[in-house]
């Protein structure tokens, strides 16, 4: 009653909502004419609800199951206790043992985030550190703001501190094999020329928000060196990757239930790579359906929304996209699609492109592609995704989702296609893996005969002018081989890492993996050669995931289908940028390529 009180009390003072610009003059005077009646359907509905609520209440609170979590309830803090003291316990011992004592670091991160988890139910001391780190960090920025009042004497100041931090650390460290500094200056440069080229094609110069920009180049760069630098990063995402190696080992083994032991070994896409697929989408239904994956993902869309100044539904599809893919993120802001501005659609269209999803990323690892390479490459292209965007594209409407964050549930609204329990989300999850298995083998079966189709008659053509095997891929590699040069590759590799990238924009990154892993002379490149291609297929920025985009989004949200076609080829171009930045900066950073292991090994 009182928030319909309160609500009645804002619309005679004339408060609008934040959606009230997208209602017509006509729906806003029906409403007010209907809103004594709709108050009074909507008492009666609360009375019913609290009703219905009241008699659930008294059927749970009887029964095991009922006393079961009343308990819990009122014993919350045995059960934290329990839990402090066994993880604790887990940690020690590994401390203690001398054949353990070497691999404390993930353990030490583990324990450290459960504790900490644990903690919080208690106390309010998560949020008192991150009111205390803001409170610190608007102190410095007061500080910068009183020292240099002038908003472009910042950014310049901010630019400076980033292109020195950056080349600091690129050209102070000595030379190895892998990576010498004439190597470094070069993709450098190559960084150089992709922003300077994307701020000359930008709709907008002055209107770009350089604090996003400077902001996430940064950001890309200090991941890379947390990853290729530094042992902590190595560790981190080694683990993580042997994870995911581990995953397919799981995959196989329904594999050889359904066929044999010695089929789910052989190295086939149809038996190695899409059950890995169906796997994974099915697991990560279950988080799903316990708010994992949603809790992940609005922290790391809460980080980025905060260091970076985007707006909420850019922040929310920029961190979910390396995780569930274009549609599934996209899913994530559906309330919002319809909205969103030019800019918006055009960085959400732009992380999709600039990354992979979670379940092709396991079937690259599936293939034998170091699983280390890709995940850093999916997570430094988060930063790179916005910053290029805002770079191509800058925010000069007023958005809707500016200031707030919005993550739908688990991407069902309806109540009756809910799933009840965590074994039906999982059945749901298997379901659509199935579909998205069978949609990477059909996209690869008809793209791959459609280019071969056209390859065919080029080379027929070309035949007539004494040109040898026209094709798309060989006009495209020689468009390339500068972009080749500019990433640092060794120079007697440059067509060969040319023509991959061209496979992947024409056909898809998946046959340029295939040719990667498999055919001469790809597999024979040097270390630093395959790591470079390695990065720089790691997008979906190719022709086939333009109907993707435009299917999907256009579907959430018809009434910006116009928008939507009209920049997602600015999206794919951006996006292909924001790829190959975390490439070179991938090259400026790395300094040992013997202990980051440049191809990985399907698990067994």
């Known amino acids: 009653m009182s928030s319909i009180k309160s609500l009645r009390e804002r619309n005679e003072l004339g408060y609008a909502n934040p959606l009230h610009d997208y209602v017509s003059a006509n729906e806003v005077n029906l409403v007010h004419d209907h809103s004594h009646s709709a108050e009074d359907s909507l008492e009666k509905n609360h009375e019913h609800v609290k009703e219905t609520t009241d008699e659930e209440s008294k059927a749970q609170s009887t029964g095991i199951v009922g006393k079961a979590r009343g308990l819990l309830r009122r014993n919350k803090w045995v059960w934290g206790l329990f839990w402090g003291l066994f993880f604790t316990s887990w940690w020690l011992s590994i401390i203690i043992q001398d054949k353990h004592r070497h691999k404390w670091l993930i353990p030490t991160i583990l324990w450290g985030c459960i504790m900490l988890r644990i903690i919080s139910w208690y106390s309010p001391i998560l949020y008192w550190i991150f009111h205390k780190a803001q409170k610190v960090w608007y102190f410095g920025s007061d500080f910068i703001y009183k020292c240099i009042p002038n908003h472009n004497h910042r950014m310049a100041v901010g630019a400076l501190i980033t292109i020195a931090t ?100 052989l190295g086939m896409f149809f038996f190695t790579v899409l059950p890995a697929v169906i796997f994974f989408v099915s697991f990560v239904h279950i988080w799903f359906y316990f708010g994992v994956m949603q809790w992940a993902v609005g922290k790391f869309a809460y980080f980025f929304y905060w260091t970076l100044r985007v707006s909420g539904a850019e922040a929310v599809n920029a961190a979910a996209a390396p995780f569930i893919g274009i549609g599934e993120s996209a899913i994530l802001i559906k309330n919002l699609l319809p909205y969103l501005t030019k800019a918006e659609i055009h960085q959400i269209m732009c992380s999709g492109f600039a990354t992979i999803s979670g379940s092709v990323l396991v079937a690259y690892i599936g293939l034998g592609v170091n699983p280390q390479a890709l995940v850093s490459s999916c997570v430094m292209s988060i930063p790179a995704s916005l910053a290029v965007s805002k770079l191509r594209y800058p925010e000069t409407e007023h958005s809707v989702s500016a200031g707030k964050m919005e993550i739908l549930g688990n991407g069902e609204e309806d109540e009756a296609t809910r799933p009840r329990n965590v074994l039906q989300a999982f059945s749901n999850g298997a379901t659509l893996g199935l579909i998205i298995a069978a949609t990477i083998m059909t996209q690869c079966l008809c793209i791959i005969g459609l280019v071969a189709l056209i390859n065919s008659l080029l080379t027929w053509f070309g035949n007539f002018w004494n040109i040898k095997n026209l094709t798309l891929e060989l006009m495209a590699s020689y468009l390339l081989y500068p972009v080749a040069w500019l990433l640092g590759a060794p120079k007697d590799e440059l067509l060969l890492i040319s023509q991959l990238m061209a496979t992947k924009i024409i056909q898809n990154e998946f046959n340029g993996y295939l040719m990667l892993m498999n055919d001469e002379p790809y597999t024979s490149m040097s270390k630093r050669g395959l790591m470079i291609a390695t990065y720089s297929l790691c997008g979906f920025a190719n022709f086939g995931s333009v109907g993707t985009q435009v299917g999907v989004l256009g579907t959430l949200a018809p009434t910006k289908l116009k928008e939507i076609a009209e920049l997602v080829m600015s999206a794919l171009f951006t996006g292909a940028i924001s790829t190959l930045l975390s490439t070179a900066v991938a090259s400026m950073v790395i300094h040992d390529l013997s202990n980051f292991s440049v191809t990985g090994t399907t698990s067994n």
Not at 228 to 248: M, P, Q, V
């Open 166 to 265: 950056m080349m600091v650390a690129t050209f102070v460290p000595t030379e190895t094999q892998y990576s010498k500094r004439s190597d470094r200056a070069i993709s450098f440069f190559g960084v150089c020329v992709a922003l300077f080229g994307l701020w000359a094609t930008s709709v907008n110069r002055a209107a770009v928000r350089w604090q996003t920009v400077i902001g996430g180049m940064l950001m890309q760069y200090i991941i890379a060196l947390f990853v290729l630098r530094t042992k902590a990063g190595y560790d981190i995402f080694n683990f993580i990757s042997t994870l995911a190696r581990e995953l397919l080992g799981f995959a196989k083994d329904g594999v050889a239930f359904v066929t044999n032991t010695e089929v789910s070994q």
